[in-house]
C-alpha cells in the first residue's frame, strides 16, 4: 500500500505570513496516463473536509490564490502565501493514482499563534 | 449546485445493522465514483471504499473489507453504507465523497455505537 507521510503535523502560524505543509508518498504518485493524482484537501473545525488543489497544483473553484500546490513524483507542497483567520484546520493531502485504493496523509493541524 | 445530503445522526446499538444513506444532486450521478470515509473521534481521515453507481462495481479497502458492504440505486441517485453487526468501534463520523473528479463531500452522517 501507498503510504503518504505529511510534515509538519502541528503548524503554529503567525497571521499575515506564509505556511507550508509537505507530504510525501512511499511511491511515485505519477499514473500511467500522464497525470499526478496528488490532492489537498481542508477540514475546518466542525466542517466537512473541502478540496482545495487537484493533480498536484489545480486549484478548486473558489480557493483563494493565496493556496497553492507543487511538487513531481514523490514529493509535493501546499503554500499558503498569508494566512488568515479563516485558514485555521487540518490539511490532508491524498493519492488517487494507485487505483484501487485511496490513501490519506495523516493530516496537518494549522493554527494562529 | 452539486450536493452530496447525506442521512441524519444515528444511535444504535452493539450487535444492531445499520444503513445510511447518500443522495446526489445536480450532476450526473451514474458518471462519477461516490467514495465513503471514515473519521473517528479526533482522528484523520480513512478511506473505507468507493462504488461506481452506473453498475454497483465496488472496491474496498483491506481495512473495511467484509466489515461494511457498499451500494447504490442510480434510480434515486443514491449510495448506502451498510453494517450487518455494529461494534462501538464504528463509533464515527462517516462521509461520502466524490474524490476522484468533482471533489465534493457530503456533510456527514455521525454513527454512535453504544450500550
Known amino acids: 500500500d501507498v503510504v503518504m507521510t505529511q510534515s509538519p503535523l502541528s503548524l503554529p502560524v503567525t497571521l499575515g505570513q506564509p505556511a507550508s505543509i509537505s507530504c510525501r508518498s512511499s511511491q511515485s504518485l505519477v499514473y500511467s496516463d500522464g497525470n499526478t493524482y496528488l490532492n489537498w484537501f481542508q477540514q475546518r473545525p466542525g466542517q466537512s473536509p473541502r478540496r482545495l488543489i487537484y493533480?498536484?497544483?489545480n486549484r478548486d473553484s473558489g480557493v483563494p490564490d493565496r493556496f497553492s500546490g507543487s511538487g513531481s513524483g514523490t514529493d509535493f507542497t501546499l503554500k499558503i502565501s498569508r494566512v488568515e483567520a479563516e485558514d485555521v484546520g487540518v490539511y490532508y493531502c491524498?493519492?488517487?493514482?494507485?487505483?484501487?485504493?485511496?490513501?490519506f496523509g495523516q493530516g496537518t493541524k494549522v493554527e494562529i499563534k | 449546485e452539486v450536493q452530496l445530503v447525506q442521512s441524519g445522526a444515528e444511535v444504535k446499538k452493539p450487535g444492531e445493522s445499520l444503513r445510511i444513506s447518500c443522495k446526489g444532486s445536480?450532476?450526473?450521478?451514474?458518471?462519477?465514483?461516490i467514495s465513503w470515509v471514515r473519521q473517528m473521534p479526533g482522528k484523520g481521515l480513512e478511506w473505507m471504499g468507493r462504488?461506481?453507481?452506473?453498475?454497483?462495481?465496488?472496491n474496498y479497502s483491506p481495512s473495511f473489507q467484509g466489515h461494511v458492504t457498499i451500494s447504490a440505486d442510480k434510480s434515486i441517485s443514491t449510495a448506502y453504507l451498510q453494517w450487518s453487526s455494529l461494534k462501538a468501534s464504528d463509533t464515527a463520523m462517516y462521509y461520502c465523497a466524490s474524490l476522484e473528479v468533482l471533489g465534493y463531500w457530503g456533510q456527514g452522517t455521525l454513527v454512535t455505537v453504544s450500550s
Open positions: 493533480k498536484v497544483s
Open positions: 491524498m493519492q488517487g493514482t494507485h487505483w484501487p485504493s485511496v490513501t
Open positions: 462504488i461506481d453507481p452506473s453498475d454497483s462495481y465496488t
Open positions: 445536480g450532476y450526473s450521478f451514474t458518471s462519477y465514483w
